[in-house]
């Protein structure tokens, strides 16, 4: 019995265990952090052999609050939540290059940046390209691989641009390799496997395509493609390329778990454990991070959960386009708004029923400042009736990708479609004088309200010359804010006018393109 307990217990010394938990693609939902964090500290303290990290894309979308801080109620927290290292994805470019180095540099969370570099030195000291912890004698190497849609050009992003995927990858593997790590563990915001509209389009490769070129990549913690990997799922890739792949979802739904049972002797990976955990309010909250986001709103935004309006029904991505025209025009005291499909977030077709608070509607509305002008009918007919703009103020124009941002929707004056003479009509008196609004070409994160000189410099959406240029003296989320808790603002569902010309319309600007 003693012989038999004695080599139980060198058995179980022989096997080290090292866990690493792991996030991706958070996009400023901020109120799982707390939650997430609490589970980390709390599996930390049992399980002392455990990396966090998260594989990019923090920014973008989510929380309306980020956005009004450039990113810093995002980022400082993450940097309370108590991660190891992360990795930068393709949407942290959202508030600019410059400003994410400076994040970098004031929050100094350890960056894998292995594909990265600058033409403005020096980065930060936390930006590194490899990175090796050591847990009981197994040295784990790290880096980071990030994807950009923008491609390697370092004229377009002086502060942070991305170098080759697949260059870098490999030149990390051999570094690791020199530096004695035992297991290389691949951080990368590139998808399990490409999204439709990359197919043919995108020369990154996938998580799949790295480890095949790798084959001394161990393990994969990924993101982009926002999947939550099914444990049968990647046990069969493990299978067939001897890397595991994992991946957490999206918005902190999940935390993964990935488990390793590495072989004291030979520091090789003996089998390992997958697990996605839900995150909900069950799990406690880490206080410091709580603390962080709640001083961000009551600097930021303390009227966030106001209720400012109600959605009757669903709202179409067009009606709020138009509502929100309408509402600017008013605000202005013009005749007419101009206001780009830009002006709105990219990622809703359309937007749930139910009461509307002053969060979740920064969060459908870029701010933007307003500057009006004084036009002649006939010149802004001119502008308005030409090959580049008319087919523009078809609402559903943002739907085909050629044309995704494209669309200008207006107030104040009627744009129609003839079906049989395939002609746009304005009704543009040429004789008027017309007092337009447009949104200024920048938010409030671009600098101070323009002065008059910078708005005699701005121009209609496209092109157009105005006279008399003035700034308002308030941006867009201010008026909304203002308004909707002095009044309430009162959401119509669609625009004011029939709908009965848009779907032939609509067929006739995409024939264009074939």
Known sequence: MILVFCFALNFEASEIEITILHTNDLHQHLEPLPHIAGYVTGYKKIHPNTLFVDAGDW???????????????????????????????????????????????????????????????????????????????????????????????????????????????????AELKEAGADIIVAVTHLGFEKMKHEVGRSFHPSDQDLVKENPDIDVVIGGHSHQLLKEETIREVHEKTGAIITQAGAQGRYVGRLTLLVDADDRSIRSFEVEAIEVSESLPKHRETAEFIAAQYAEHMPNASAVVGEFKLPMPLH???????????????????LLPR???????????????????????????????????????????????????FNPLHHQGRPFSGDAVYSDGIDVSFDADTKKVKFEIDPDKIYKVAFPWPYGRNKGALPTRGQAEEARLPGGGDMNDLEPLPMTTHELLVREGMKRGLDFYRQPPRALSDWDEWTKHFEAKLK
């Open 59 to 173: 920014f973008d979308r989510g929380s309306s609050l980020v956005p009004l801080t450039q990113g810093e109620a995002l980022y400082g927290a993450m940097r309370e939540m108590g991660y190891d290292a992360w990795i930068v994805g393709n949407h942290d470019w959202a508030y600019g290059g410059e400003r994410l180095v400076e994040l970098m540099g004031k929050y100094p969370t350890p960056v894998l940046a292995t594909n990265l570099a600058t033409t403005m030195p020096p980065l930060p000291t936390n930006v590194v390209q490899v990175m090796v912890r050591d847990f009981e004698g197994v040295r784990v190497g790290l880096f980071g691989i990030t994807l950009d849609t923008y491609g390697t050009d370092p004229k377009g992003r002086p502060d942070l641009y991305v170098l080759d995927c697949r260059e870098r990858a490999v030149w990390a593997v």
């Open 319 to 337: 009606g709020l386009a138009f509502w929100y025209a309408d509402f600017i025009r008013q605000q202005a005291g013009a005749d007419v708004c």
């Open 342 to 392: 830009k002006a709105l977030y990219d990622e809703h077709a359309s937007f749930e029923a139910g009461e509307v608070d002053v969060e979740r509607l920064m969060g459908y509305l870029y701010d933007r400042y307003v500057v009006t002008g004084m036009v002649k009918g006939a010149d802004l007919l001119s502008y308005c009736d030409t090959d580049e703009m008319r087919d523009r």
